[in-house]
């Protein structure tokens, strides 16, 4: 158990009046959680204070090297008015997967989690009440050593931050536009992929911008070896239903073990659906679409659930998917999900967790 200081704001912000200004990521709430971490004391000090600037040495590690890991998650609120998370023990986890592979001290899963509980209590009067908006949690680790030789730190700070977010469909869910990235790759098998740091999302901003310009919302990236299986969309992972089978590329290293994606496999499996983890050329899926079975396309994340492809281009071929329309079963488990979540389906699968 953490023994938490509170260190409580004296002058709190007006909560923002209209909750579909809020966009993403852009409002914080009034506190923040911090704990440090020293070689030979192990994490120290947590504490709630008011949200606000820190101060790091230029020479602070993270600056240099990108000793960084982070997740994404979020606080729902029911139509009872009770607050609610969705499987946050797995953020957690994953967060000491990614620790592992950049060599960030391992947090307490308990200890997280006892963490993300005192600070949303604190600011439960943050999470949004508006249909589909949520109180989006950032908890991350950074190395803080004023040194800047190359080495894994020996100071590190956890920390919570919380933004009241809008809804990501505002006007109901439109199909995205993706297409095949065949010039930069994103990670390698061996690499990073598999864990959520700031690296992986620094290398996918080339690739990112480039789609912006061409007016294309993400792009799809391949394996960085071959470069012709498909590995994910930029912080969504991607399914397919190709003649009614549920197909998704395996985990093996290069992409992000999705909460979602997990969950969504699992709801699958339950409705009986057939469901494949494996290798996917993006041949395999032109292919497919030529033979008229390539039925849904779309990506898995917390921040849109999922979001349906409604075109996917890959050189010159551009795939229209299921008409420009969000399929049967992408529309199916975006209700299931999204009404566990909220609240207004039971939870028949153990995921939400109280506040
Ligand atoms: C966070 C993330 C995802 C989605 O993971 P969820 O746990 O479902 O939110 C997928 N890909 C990348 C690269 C990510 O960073």
């Not at 093996?252 to 699992?266: A, C, E, N």
């Not at 281009?313 to 399929?327: P, R, S």
Request: some cysteine.
């Amino acid at each position: 158990m953490l023994n938490i200081k509170y260190e409580l704001s004296q002058n709190l912000k007006a909560k923002p009046e209209d909750e579909s200004k809020l966009g993403f990521g852009k409002v914080f709430t009034d506190h923040m959680f911090v704990m440090d971490y020293t070689t030979g004391k192990g994490w120290h000090d947590a504490r709630i204070v008011p949200f606000g600037e820190i101060s790091l040495s230029p020479a602070a590690m993270v600056f240099h090297y990108g000793q960084e890991i982070f997740e994404g998650m979020k606080a729902y609120r029911t139509p009872n008015g009770d607050i609610q998370f969705f499987r946050p023990e797995e953020n957690f986890k994953r967060l000491n997967v990614s620790a592992e592979r950049l060599v960030i001290p391992e947090l307490p899963v308990e200890d997280a989690l006892q963490a993300l509980h005192a600070l949303v209590e604190v600011e439960k009067d943050w999470v949004p009440h508006n249909d589909g908006a949520s109180l989006y949690i950032r908890p991350f680790i950074i190395a803080t050593d004023p040194i800047l030789g190359v080495r894994p730190g020996d100071n590190y700070m956890f920390m919570i931050i919380l933004s009241p977010s809008g809804a990501y469909y505002s006007t109901g869910l439109n199909p995205v536009d993706i297409y095949v990235e065949t010039n930069y790759v994103r990670a390698v098998r061996g690499g990073m992929g598999y864990t959520k740091t700031g690296g992986n999302y620094a290398a996918s901003l080339a690739g990112q911008d480039e789609a912006h310009k061409q007016n294309y919302s993400q792009v799809l990236w391949l394996d960085g070896v071959e470069r012709k299986y498909i590995e994910e969309v930029g912080a969504m992972n991607i399914m397919f239903i190709i003649d009614g089978e549920i197909v998704t590329p395996e985990l093996q290293g290069s992409i992000l073990p999705g909460i979602t994606r997990k969950s969504v496999l699992d709801l699958c499996r339950k409705w009986g659906m057939k469901v494949s983890e494996r290798r996917i050329s993006i041949q395999e899926i032109s292919d497919a679409y030529d033979a008229g079975k390539l039925q849904e396309v779309f990506g898995t994340g917390t921040a849109a659930v999922i979001s349906p492809v409604g075109h996917l281009k890959w050189g010159d071929k551009v795939m229209e998917i299921n008409g420009n329309k969000i399929g049967e079963i992408s529309q199916k488990l975006y209700d299931t999900m999204t009404g566990m979540q909220y609240g207004k389906l039971p939870d028949d699968m153990g995921w939400i967790v109280k506040l």
